[in-house]
């Protein structure tokens, strides 16, 4: 189970609508007015793609609130981590991370340098620092993936002085971005930076991780090194007719944002109130939850047998079997999985009665 | 003008519809019902396309005549070839031939052997005999591209001899093999070889550009290979509705191979009858056209102002700035092809007259 949303692999479980918290799409579901537009486009199919996607480009640019000349776009995020990680000799990511920023760099044979974080999650800048050498791509999800938690500006300011220092490059994913709390924005932060690259997605927020469209902020420098290795028309023209759309929906960016928030505090705090588990903060839209005594397969189970698909975290590098991350869904969703959570630590402490 | 169908680039050029004879796409359009088959599918766009491509696989399958285990997908046929030219260390292709054959290996640093095609563009299977040796890939287009010609059955079958012989792997490119007479199918002829890999794709006799599709019959090992390198959901939830639909489509596919066929004698009866080009056989819907004593540039400005977009053949290797290639549309636009070039004869007749 490297990735979540495999819906169809537990089909079988389960007769009735599976409510899939493995995958941290928003629950909103996608844009209204989506479905008329891609309707509209449908003709467009018999053309190829933009292969230099200047429509594209300059939409996000004007949502992202930069130059189109800035942007690089990709078969979702994961093309992107895909291409930048093949540039580079060495890649140095913190651990748990999601598995494609090991996964990429090590089919193409790099070297990857694995550091933890720290017990609570939190990022380790000193040994960040201690590590990171000339040349090195360091990447780092930012809120990071299964942990949820954003870094502080000056953390990220303090990493990036660093990359500067050293003459590395920083792949920043930032495919969770929308969910997080407005704090700052790394775009404005970094855009006069030749080092860094951001990534953000309309995967999870827009709810389109079928359309597969992911874009990044970078330097026009690393824009021409990439558009020389990317694949031609690697983004779809139904990606490219929802842009059009998606980006200048401010109401369902706006309520979407506001709806995490709300169901995000519900979440964590009905969560802290069942036993056996550690609720770790998160500043997006999932939850990482670590299981006291227990083990990821037997919750995996008896959720399934519910309808309920979890994401097991022992995929990621860096945690043992007693991790499960959760998205944080809909008022109803997560209210069926808070009820299922407690009947599960009933029934757990049954079990080990009667076996006692 | 490195790829055809880069309408954008040429917009200001003409005011009115643009004939796009520059990309090679079955001019009776998509499929008819897919329309409605996407609408009902916009709400599957939440959800990420089957991480392992199952009921999409399997329709493949079916089209294609044999089992799912032995399929590999990928977005666009493009991203077949990069991924599997990654697996070898030395590439042979012969020239002129579809330039991503040797610019994704050029990527990857492989060590890359040309070898021409004799003067009519017929396969020296001669020179490939002596060539190939212990662990390469041979790449080649059936029917080739730009050349339009696709090999006999028995230069394929002594082809693939060598492969076997030298323990060598050929990936053969058949995006365009709908189009062609129907001779033989070398997925039938190859059904049990570990040593080969046949390219299809939506793209071209399905009219699908935009969607990206792609996809491959491979051996077993192959595919496990594959999968082993490729990126996770390359293939976006459209592209895996539309395979629901078109592969059963066979009203479709008869008529659209039949439509060519016409069109294509046609177009290959009139414009021989133009003066000062020479027009090369083709067994597919695009056709090879060498410039007597003229360039690619020239005859491009004029038809451009017209509103016909042909290919520039100079960024073909192995051709020089005599060549162009167009695509066998519909009479309607056909016909405007083959007047506008005679137009240009003329056109052309009467300036040198001026001139000397």
Known sequence: MKHGGDILTYRHLYDGRIRDFSSNINPIGMPFGLKEKILNGIKELTKYPDIQYRNLKSEIAKYLGCNAGNIIVGNGAVEIINNISFMFNRVVVVTPCFSEYIERPEIFGKEI?????????????????????EGDLLILGNPNNPTGKRM???????????????NAFL???????????????SIKLFSDSEDICIIRAATKFFALPGVRLGYAFTSKTMVEKYNRIALPWSVNTFAEIAAEH???????????????????????????????????????????IKLLD?????????????GILVR??????GLDNSYIRVAIKDFSDNKY????LREYQQWRKQRITQEA
């Open 337 to 340: 999985l808070v009820n299922a």
């Open 113 to 133: 340098v694995k550091l933890p974080l720290d017990e609570e999650f939190e990022i380790n800048i000193k040994l960040i620092k201690e590590t990171i050498s």
């Open 171 to 185: 792949l920043l994913d930032e495919a969770f971005f929308e969910f997080c709390p407005e704090d700052y924005d």
């Open 152 to 166: 502080k500006e000056n953390e990220l300011i303090e990493i990036h002085e660093t990359i500067k220092e050293k």
């Open 312 to 317: 097991k975290a022992s995929s990621f590098e």
């Open 246 to 288: 998606i980006f200048n929906d401010q109401h369902y960016i706006t309520s979407s944002r506001d709806y995490i928030a709300v169901q995000r505090e519900y979440l964590l705090s009905e969560l802290r109130g069942i036993e056996n588990i550690k609720v770790y903060d998160t500043h997006c839209n999932f939850i990482l």
């Open 294 to 306: 227990d083990n990821e397969d037997n919750i995996f189970e008896y959720l399934a047998k519910k």
